[in-house]
């Protein structure tokens, strides 16, 4: 949650001259519910049913730069899936990045994990989740620190060094 994966992953793709998807927001389009609906209306495991589902679909595209959300990796066998049909990238960012990016009011509201806990309940919730997740985020091919996407400049300079290391990493 909150490394970037959308705000990173829109600069790259507009970067590397490729398309953006938002597994999150391509499940929205297809079931015409918000995530936060959909984990209220089906619960966490049919979403990540929904989620593999649709992790499946987008799996095969070329040319394309996908987000995935936090959870994707961890369930079925997502990582695996995504390992096989591209680069994987995790976006690594420090747990105390992350908290101050999930406690600003706009990720509050539109986080279902996040919506009604205080401070102290996120930053617990974070450190419990970077326990639980990361065993599957360090499967992916590459880890890239994206703690520095705060402005937009920011991002725009460091969606160029992950161009430049993803661009390295296919010609070699």
Same mark, same amino acid.
């Given at each position: 949650?909150?490394?970037?994966?959308?705000?990173?992953?829109?600069?790259? +793709?507009?970067? !590397?001259?490729?398309?953006?998807?938002?597994? /999150?927001? *391509?499940?929205?389009?297809?079931?015409?519910?918000?995530?936060?609906?959909?984990?209220?209306?089906?619960?966490?495991?049919?979403?990540?049913?929904?989620?593999?589902?649709?992790?499946?679909?987008?799996?095969?595209? #070329? /040319?394309?730069?996908?987000?995935?959300?936090?959870?994707?990796?961890?369930?079925? /066998?997502?990582?695996?899936? !995504?390992?096989?049909?591209?680069?994987?990238?995790?976006?690594?960012?420090?747990?105390?990045?992350?908290?101050?990016?999930?406690?600003?009011?706009?990720?509050?509201?539109?986080?279902? +994990?996040?919506?009604?806990?205080?401070?102290?309940?996120?930053?617990? %919730?974070?450190?419990?989740?970077?326990?639980?997740?990361?065993?599957?985020?360090? %499967?992916?091919?590459?880890? *890239? /620190?994206?703690?520095?996407?705060?402005?937009?400049?920011? #991002?725009?300079?460091?969606?160029?060094?992950?161009?430049?290391?993803?661009?390295?990493?296919?010609?070699?």
């Amino acid at each position: 949650m909150c490394s970037g994966k959308t705000t990173l992953g829109r600069e790259l +793709a507009a970067r !590397m001259h490729l398309r953006f998807l938002d597994l /999150d927001e *391509f499940i929205e389009n297809e079931t015409g519910h918000t995530i936060n609906e959909l984990f209220a209306r089906v619960g966490e495991a049919r979403f990540r049913l929904m989620e593999t589902e649709a992790l499946r679909r987008v799996a095969g595209m #070329t /040319d394309v730069v996908i987000s995935c959300g936090g959870g994707t990796p961890c369930h079925s /066998d997502n990582m695996e899936l !995504m390992n096989e049909k591209g680069t994987t990238v995790w976006l690594w960012t420090s747990p105390e990045r992350i908290i101050s990016r999930l406690q600003m009011p706009v990720h509050r509201v539109k986080r279902p +994990a996040t919506a009604g806990l205080t401070d102290e309940e996120i930053a617990q %919730m974070v450190h419990r989740s970077l326990e639980q997740r990361t065993g599957f985020y360090a %499967m992916a091919r590459l880890k *890239f /620190d994206s703690t520095r996407i705060e402005t937009a400049e920011e #991002t725009v300079e460091t969606a160029a060094e992950l161009a430049q290391i993803l661009r390295k990493e296919s010609d070699g």
